[in-house]
């Protein structure tokens, strides 16, 4: 089944404790992104990957890193979480860029 | 920049037609329309492309004017499936690749 899998799924940490948050996609696409979404604002792209080794920033990259050494992951890290990162996160792929995105599941994150 | 959507919500009866306008102040590549369900996950919609075209499927469609930077999303006889909040996301300006989404528009219908 073609997807796009995050883990986890809810994750409750401490400020400044690094974690990483998941996505794997086995639909052999190019492009993925990461979003966070909080009520009101929408969904707010953090950092996008255009292939393998590309990676570029989003609106709202501070406090966030991300690699993309293989084709089907793409990990969101947070080195030193903050209450303020406290969000939605989904991870979406497309076959490229400006084509259709599959979204994973979401991670509720709660920092406290 | 966000683009603004307007409005910010809508509330329908079965049956009845509505339309989400989605605005960008910079010049446009392409506008991505999403629907997210309380809940769930955004699901794709339709992409236009610059060039000022018009898409549909089913009783949903959506147009582009590059020109004025605006894309409407068209729902026509609603159901009650078409419930949830639905967003615009535009590529354009300098950023290729960079995906930025609207607030949403919540759409509410009711039997």
């Known amino acids: 089944e073609a997807q796009v899998t995050q883990n986890p799924r809810y994750l409750i940490t401490v400020t400044g404790k690094k974690l990483t948050v998941t996505c794997s996609q086995n639909m052999n696409h190019e492009y993925m992104s990461w979003y966070r979404q909080d009520p009101g604002l929408g969904l707010r792209q953090i950092y996008y990957?255009?292939?393998?080794?590309?990676?570029d920033k989003g609106d709202v990259p501070e406090g966030y890193k991300v690699s993309r050494k293989e084709k089907r992951n793409f990990p969101l890290i947070l080195e030193s979480p903050s209450p303020n990162q406290t969000s939605l996160y989904f991870c979406?792929?497309?076959?490229?860029?400006?084509?259709?995105?599959?979204f994973g599941q979401g991670t509720r994150l709660t920092v406290v | 920049q966000q683009p603004v959507q307007s409005p910010q919500a809508v509330i329908l009866r079965e049956g009845e037609d509505a339309v989400i306008n989605c605005s960008s102040s910079k010049a446009l590549y392409s506008v991505h329309w999403y629907r997210q369900k309380h809940g769930e996950a955004p699901v794709f919609l339709m992409i236009?492309?610059?060039?000022?075209e018009q898409k549909g499927h089913d009783k949903i469609s959506a147009s582009f004017n590059e020109k004025k930077q605006q894309s409407s999303l068209y729902l026509t006889a609603s159901q009650l499936s078409y419930s949830g909040t639905y967003f615009c996301?535009?590529?354009?300006?300098?950023?290729?690749?960079?995906?930025?989404f609207g607030q949403g528009t919540i759409l509410t219908v009711h039997p």
């Open positions: 979406a792929s497309s076959l490229v860029r400006g084509y259709e995105a599959f």
């Open positions: 236009l492309l610059k060039g000022g």
């Open positions: 990957s255009m292939n393998v080794e590309v990676t």
């Open positions: 996301g535009t590529e354009g300006g300098t950023s290729y690749g960079k995906l930025t």
